[in-house]
């Protein structure tokens, strides 16, 4: 190869030796920003550095640099998972993402190769949009593969408690993740070509940065309210906890008894609170009708039901009449959590770990959404708070308020529940919704529509909420634009990159 076409190479920012350790220390600054602590403006130093040392690789160490990301970012993120399974699962999951995280971030690296050479008219707008719109593509890559996805790590949810957490009610979660990666990378290239010295170049990241700070929240409309009850019982529900007959289901029905005599519309109880499946047990049916009875209301239960051969994780509202005749199974059930996937060869690598996990729980397939009286409410079963299509089919079908259910007795002492809930209080401000957050033991919260928090359980306490909670109607822009704007974004930010790899060849040549 010629020695001018060599030098015409673009050359990476940082050499790789320092490329690598500014790749981890971009991992701790993302990770930070989640909660604990959930510094949320560290998001943009973060995605700055992980940029920078991607800029001028070539595909080899531009994987290197991403692995060391991803190793780091994932590691540290989703490091409750050893809180009682041990080592094996948190490596395998970290390793896991990981590994695609650098695979899935080297068409960033692409385009800061190709862009400018493509593109070198255009490249202060192209490439940032390019990078940010590779980014999402990038995430919904995580959020859908292997085994459902594992969409945990978006950068729009970081923003739950900041003044950009009100763009996704008209973006969407993955439309704010793309705001963020292209403001960073806007800014960026301002330096790096110098156009910061030129004030009309400044104008687009301005804009950017106002859209991000001054978006207002898309209007729903109040439809009134509902009275409801969350119990957090606080009982022995973790995997390991040693647990006497109906132990789970009495220590439920122990924190319920401050809601009798309480003009109460709905009770709802997180996930596994019934303990055993009420279809079956005939003292589970009992305990949860004399609960009914006593609160007046309505009950909101969950347990593991069995229909023929499966096995669901299933939400009911068991009624006065003894029975249930609305449910709702989960959609995702966890792998390697809630069913093993290629069992015998997951089995042959880690025996005792796979061999405790007995029970396969079967995907449910019927709507996430129930009737209490005449209000539709929308329903999301643990991690399944994380897959959009589940939030947004339910308030797509009329719910006027969401409620989600949860069991982080596993995760006891961890940060996955003030994880979990971030995600929770994204879901209210994406949807317009009022939420209630009920977890077995705690963090339990209602938030309301503007992603503020109205009342709270601590973790580790057992306890009820009772609130007025509003109920909204109406669709925001981030419902309906959202799924759409992802697959813009995914094909475009495909499209554009092997339409820039063209003409950058074309260009060398």
Partial sequence: MPDTDRAQRPQPLMPLWLALPAAALAAVLMRVAFPEPAIWPLIFPGV???????????????????????????????????????????????????????????????????????????????LPVLVGALWTAHELFLGNWPYGGFPWARLGMTQSESPLGAVTSWLGVSGLSFLIVTTTALVIELVRTGSWRRPLRLIAPVVLVLVLLLTPLFPTSSAGDMRIGAVQGNGPTGY???????????SQMAATETLYGEDVDLVVWPEGSAGYDPFQDPGT??????????????????????????????????????????????????????????????????????G???????????????????????????????????????????????????????????????????FARTRAIETGRSVVNISTVGTSQTIRPDGSTMSTLDADEAGALLDDVELRTGLTAGVVIGPWLEQVLLWGGIAGLVLSGVLARRRRA
Avoid at 240 to 250: L, N, S, T
Avoid at 313 to 336: C, E, M, Y
Avoid at 386 to 404: C, K, P, Q, S, W
Wanted: hydrophobic share 45%.
């Fill in 240 to 250: 390991f906890d040693h647990r006497e007959p109906y132990a789970i289901i009495d």
């Fill in 48 to 126: 700055a550095v992980l940029l920078l040392s991607l800029i001028g690789r070539r595909s080899w160490s531009a994987i290197l640099v991403g692995l060391v990301y991803g190793l780091v970012f994932f590691g540290l993120l989703v490091s409750w998972t050893s809180r009682y399974l041990g080592t094996i699962p948190w490596a395998a999951l970290s390793v896991v993402e990981g590994g695609l995280t650098a695979f899935a971030l080297l068409p960033i690296a692409l385009a800061y190769r190709w862009v400018p050479r493509a593109w070198p008219r255009g490249r202060l707008f192209m």
């Fill in 356 to 422: 405790l996990l007995q029970r396969e729980y079967t995907p449910g397939t019927n709507p996430p959404l129930m009737r209490v009286g005449d209000v539709p409410v929308g329903l999301a079963i643990c991690f399944d708070v994380i897959y959009d299509e589940v939030i947004r089919e339910g308030v797509a079908g009329g719910a006027r308020v969401l409620i989600f259910q949860t069991n982080n007795a596993d995760f006891r002492g961890t940060d996955e529940n003030l994880q979990q809930l971030a």
């Fill in 285 to 354: 049916a009992r305990r949860l009708t004399r609960v009914v009875t006593k609160s007046g209301a309505p009950l909101l239960a969950n347990t593991a039901t069995e229909r023929g051969k499966d096995i669901f994780n299933t939400s009911f509202l068991w009624t006065s009449d003894g029975t249930a005749d609305q449910i709702h199974d989960k959609r995702h059930p966890v792998p390697f959590g809630e069913y093993v996937p290629n069992r015998e060869f997951w089995g042959a690598l880690a025996p005792d770990l796979i």
